[in-house]
């Protein structure tokens, strides 16, 4: 009677083996004629993350609606791919698609536990990582024979298609590992804080121990389920050769160092107003896709962004007004690339309201128009020096004009500078297109500061900044790369040079032997308006510029020593690796003058530097 049985069961099983791939070969032909279903498969490309990396490697911000960072083969460590392998599908490199054992071994073992067991709960599959791959790609979680066929059908075309290792690369970024992360380098992030690079072996088995049964094997959850489940992964591992057998049991021995799944946070350091600036139409063609899969390298140095925002925060509860705000921005004058910009202003408004004077924010480029008219930076002119109420005329140094309240008495040197500051004005401004008259009421915001003093600090040479080096696709092809338009020069270089020279203490400044490079002395400079403080700092690579609103100017001996501090601290934290010293320009000449009556003749030991 028993062995009529076993007959019987064998037959069955038999039959069921030959009408299963009698139903095989006729969806192969009836799904081989669909085309345009398959085609839509191959064109598949899960969706990725936008991410946005600070020049110093920081991941800033991130946009997704659904969280996964796509990652080429090449970057997918050899151990998690062979981790994953062996968890899911031993035979990956070998099958043409599905795995005729292991359907046959699963059918046997599913008609046992439902003949004998009477339990479909435990009836178990034998998909392939490719079968995996497509049911995914299909999102079709019906459960039928005809879906199992369909899947199964596909799978082979695809294999045909496709290299196994692109198969796998699609695998490894499709397939959802629990807590909201979709592929590999999203689950690496959620569950460990890393990348996949930084990860050990055996945090790599348990990435690969979770498509199983993601929602059920969080270890934050189900500690002992997960562990048990990685180490059998591991045993896997051992089993197809990839670590030996000691290694691991050594493996099984450690516990699972899990980052809480409410301690991560979607990174998101990135200024909204940046964020608008670096997806403008102008680094992207017409086809590009903007909304998924971009990783975009920006110029922007967050650690000292950090650095900056939190000295701002602690000088605006010194100063304990509720109007306080602060726009900065440091730039490279090399480049252009804004390394920090910190706008509290809303959308960077017009907050510094002026007069086109002498005395104004616009005074370097006064004094630019009387170095214009032939004046040495040392030779003496008769000003007007205002003392509380009194006024009396005075023979001071250019230099010492400009860093004193005094005024040029000249009517005819004054005239000349007028000029020169209004056209530089209407030229930087608006190409000309707005004509200014003198001690005229206007309103700049930081930007129109630096269209104003970046050609004083680039020795006359057009400077437009930016804020994206590149930008990569999710197959890391780069689809953007910044390229400078060449040098357009605006103001003679002698005279910004010399301009330039005006915001630095010459007794700290001293000159190479070979008379080309300046190295840096202690060069800012700072206007008051009302409540509002116009501060910049530079070396001869990098300049910070800030405009801070609603400040205490009766404190203002401390206000200009915290500015110093913060700027100094953060040029150093860009400036680092790059060359600080002042490139003299051609036309000038460096010559030592006596300190105290600035002639270049009698100068014994009592000198400074000036330029010629």
């Known amino acids: 009677m028993f062995l009529k049985f076993i007959t019987a069961l064998f037959s069955l099983f038999i039959l069921a083996a030959v009408s299963f791939f009698v139903a095989l070969i006729f969806m192969y032909f009836y799904y081989t004629k669909d085309t345009f279903a398959f085609e839509n498969i191959l064109k598949s490309q899960p969706t990725s993350a936008n991410r946005f990396f600070s020049e110093d490697g920081v991941l800033i911000a991130e946009e997704y609606d659904v969280h996964r960072i796509y990652v080429t083969d090449q970057n997918i460590p050899q151990y998690l791919k062979l981790a994953f392998i062996s ?3 031993k035979s990956f490199f070998d099958h043409p698609g599905f795995d005729f054992k292991s359907i046959i071994r699963a059918t046997s073992q599913n008609i046992y536990n439902y003949l004998f067991l009477r339990d479909n709960s435990r009836l178990i599959g034998a998909s392939t990582i490719t079968q995996q791959l497509i049911k995914n790609l299909l999102n079709d979680n019906e459960r039928t024979f005809a879906r199992k066929l369909k899947e199964i059908i596909y ?34 992030e959620k569950y460990f804080g890393k990348t996949l690079n930084e990860l050990d072996i055996e945090e790599m088995a348990l990435l690969a121990a979770l ?20 180490d059998w992964v591991l045993d896997r591992m051992a089993e197809n050769g990839v670590i030996t057998k000691l290694v691991a049991e050594i493996m099984q021995g450690s516990k699972i160092n899990y980052v809480d799944s409410d301690l991560y946070s979607k990174p998101n350091l990135l200024d909204g107003s940046i964020k608008d600036k670096v997806k403008s ?3 992207f063609n ?9 990783t975009y390298f920006l110029t922007i140095n967050q650690n000292a962004t950090d650095y900056v925002s939190d000295q701002i925060n602690n000088l605006g509860g010194m100063q304990n007004r509720v109007d306080f705000s602060a726009d900065i921005k440091i730039i490279s004058l090399i480049s252009g690339r804004t390394l920090v910009e910190i706008q509290d202003s809303q959308k960077n408004t017009k907050n510094y309201n002026i007069n086109t004077n002498a005395r104004s924010i616009l005074r370097p480029i006064y004094f630019g128009g009387i170095l214009s008219s032939g004046i040495d930076l040392n030779k003496k002119l008769l000003s007007t020096k205002i003392d509380t109420t009194d006024t009396y005329p005075s023979l001071v140094t250019l230099r010492e004009l400009f860093s ?9 040197l004054k005239g000349k500078a007028e000029v020169y500051l209004l056209e530089y004005l209407q030229d930087k401004m608006h190409g000309g297109d707005i004509t200014y008259n003198w001690d005229e009421k206007i309103e700049l915001n930081l930007d129109d500061v630096l269209s104003l003093y970046i050609p004083i600090l680039t020795d006359g040479l057009l400077l437009e900044t930016y804020y994206v080096d590149k930008i990569d696709d999710m197959n890391g092809n780069q689809i953007y790369l910044h390229k400078d338009d060449g040098i357009v020069k605006l103001l003679e270089s002698d005279i910004a040079f ?29 206007h008051q308006n009302q409540d509002k403080l116009f501060y910049l700092r530079f070396t001869g690579n990098v300049a910070f510029f800030a405009i801070i609103s609603g400040v205490n100017l009766q404190k203002e001996d401390h ?6 501090d913060i700027a100094s601290n953060s040029l150093d934290l860009v400036d680092k690796m790059q060359l600080s010293d002042f490139l003299i320009p051609d036309k000038i000449n460096a010559q030592q003058i006596n300190k105290n009556t600035g002639s270049r003749y009698n100068y014994t030991d009592n000198y400074v530097w000036e330029f010629f």
């Open 87 to 89: 968890a899911e599908d």
């Open 155 to 188: 799978a082979i075309k695809l294999e045909r298609s496709l290299s196994k290792d692109k198969i796998l690369e699609l695998y490894l970024n499709e397939i959802y590992l629990g807590r909201g992360a979709f592929g590999i380098v999203a689950a690496s």
């Open 211 to 230: 498509p199983k049964a993601p929602s059920n094997y969080d270890p934050q959850e189900n500690y002992e389920a997960i562990k048990e489940r990685r």
């Open 281 to 283: 139409n102008l680094y």
């Open 286 to 294: 017409a086809n590009t896709d903007r909304n998924y899969g971009l």
């Open 404 to 412: 004193s309240n005094a005024a040029v008495a000249d009517k005819n």
């Open 498 to 526: 010399k301009v330039k020279s005006l915001f630095c203490n010459m007794e700290e400044i001293e000159i190479s032997k070979n008379n080309k490079y300046a190295e840096q002395g202690n060069c800012f400079y700072y």
């Open 559 to 564: 206000l200009i020593t915290v500015m110093n």
